[in-house]
């Protein structure tokens, strides 16, 4: 068993989960999507800035996680080399060999908002909303690749006799 990679999934489910349990507490506060006037009660609490700070950093955690190591460990663990392969070609080795079930530009498109993360201001709550709102979207969709790599993995340990 790769226990690495069982560590990367492990922290993405629990990341899954902690920015799923904000959505479901955020949804029932103020409804969603968020609006600009939760302003006063983001502004005025340390918890509610932490809170925020937390849905980002665990977003940016998921999506490096599967970018920089659980896509590669995946295919190795298929017996499919990554050596020398750029983000693109790996991408099109998930898809080719049924591992995930979105078109690579898709992935990009949240490697380009994780990214627009580490340039946020923190005092920018417009931007920071419109974020949280964006994360929000994008949950189902990364617990979806969870789910199919988690499928994936689960079944090369059935077929290499652990579990």
């Not at 460990?73 to 392969?85: G, P």
Request: charged letters at 35%.
């Amino acid at each position: 068993m790769n226990k690495q990679l069982y560590f990367h999934l492990e922290v993405i489910k629990n990341s899954l989960e902690m920015i799923h349990y904000f959505k479901e507490r955020y949804d029932k506060l103020y409804g969603l999507p968020l609006k600009y006037d939760i302003y006063e009660d983001v502004v005025t609490s340390f918890e509610e800035k932490a809170n925020f700070d937390s849905i980002t950093s665990r977003f940016q955690k998921i999506q490096s996680l599967f970018g920089e190591k659980v896509f590669r460990n995946i295919l190795e663990e298929m017996n499919i080399s990554t050596k020398n392969k750029n983000m693109l070609e790996i991408l099109s080795l998930l898809l080719k060999n049924g591992v995930i079930n979105f078109e690579p530009k898709e992935w990009l498109d949240l490697r380009e908002l994780r990214n627009s993360l580490s340039h946020e201001y923190p005092d920018d709550l417009p931007e920071i909303v419109d974020t949280i709102n964006e994360v929000f979207e994008k949950l189902e969709f990364l617990e979806g690749i969870y789910l199919d790599i988690k499928k994936v993995y689960k079944k090369i340990l059935e077929v290499k006799g652990q579990k």
